[in-house]
């Protein structure tokens, strides 16, 4: 069993559950559970019930995507260690069926869906495990073992981010070609809307917001994260996914661009990408 419950139940209640003083702006909404452990799986869901969240469980990958086809959750909990199909492969899917590469329910040619946040359990010290399920699209890790009371906690935070109040939204951010819309959570590049997960939203709009501005990989992962310390790995992979996304050109970015040794910085108004030259020929030969 890979859960560490430092503190009572009480305690934890207090801390997370419904009217709990710690958490007067809970976030709560429904939560799929993926997890092979009985026990894992039972204390953690134990907790977000406590905590209001309506939660469902599944201990494979298969049953995972059917939960997910027959009532898409607000979030998925996954584990990484599944048997068969692993979570990196239930992720993938995931993604997939959202950006409509994927039929659902046996239609295909269906609209892309909003991202459901995914946060991944992962072993300690398993770095590469975590940098694939961020690559896959996951938008949080937490590694084990862990409190029951952090992942809630955690989870909040997520739902928290993914679903902002329309009146601290702000108004409509736009540069180089993109347009991004903070209430709806929509992206447009050139009119055509970009399939983002939640960590990929709010680091393009941190971008847009602060352009041409240097940013550390320290000061995205506190002001995009909330995290005061973390894997910086975690802040690499998700800018080199959004380049994916909105570059034209990912191995030759123009608008993230690396400062080395520094950071990253957001140009809204990139130079013209250079003319490919025709291969030289030389004279004198057949």
């Known amino acids: 069993m890979a859960v560490s419950n430092t503190q009572s139940t009480d305690e934890s209640r207090d801390a997370v559950g419904p009217g709990g003083a710690g958490t007067p702006d809970r976030f709560t909404g429904s939560v799929l559970v993926v997890e092979d452990d009985p ?10 019930d406590r905590a209001g969240f309506a939660v469902r469980r599944a201990a494979d990958g298969p049953a995972a995507l059917r939960a997910a086809e027959e009532q898409r959750p607000d979030l998925v909990i996954l584990d990484l260690m599944l048997p068969g199909m692993d979570g990196l492969e239930v992720c993938r899917r995931l993604r997939a069926r959202e950006h409509g590469a994927e039929p659902r329910g046996g239609r295909g040619g269906t609209p892309p869906l909003p991202p459901v946040p995914v946060i991944m359990l992962t072993a300690r010290g398993d770095e590469d495990a975590r940098i694939l399920g961020l690559e896959v699209g996951a938008d949080d890790y937490v590694t084990k073992p862990f409190s029951p009371r952090e992942l809630v906690l955690r989870v909040q935070s997520v739902l928290r981010r993914a679903v902002p109040a329309r009146s601290a939204a702000g108004p409509r951010l736009t540069a180089a070609g993109l347009s991004l819309d903070p209430a709806a959570r929509r992206v ?7 399939a983002l997960t939640l960590r ?12 041409g501005q240097v940013c550390d990989r320290e000061r995205l992962m506190r002001e995009v994260w909330g995290w005061d310390f973390g894997d910086l790995s975690t802040v690499t992979v998700h800018v080199r996914r959004l380049r994916g996304k909105i570059e034209d050109d990912a191995a030759s970015p123009r608008l993230v661009q690396t ?3 520094a950071g990253y910085r957001f140009d809204a108004h990139p130079a013209p990408a250079a003319p490919a030259t025709a291969p030289r020929t030389e004279l004198g030969h057949a």
């Open 259 to 261: 400062v080395w040794g």
């Open 188 to 194: 447009t590049k050139d009119g055509q809307e970009l």
């Open 39 to 48: 026990t894992v799986s039972e204390v953690v869901a134990g907790y977000l």
């Open 200 to 211: 990929e939203f709010d680091l393009l709009a941190y971008f847009l917001r602060h352009p």
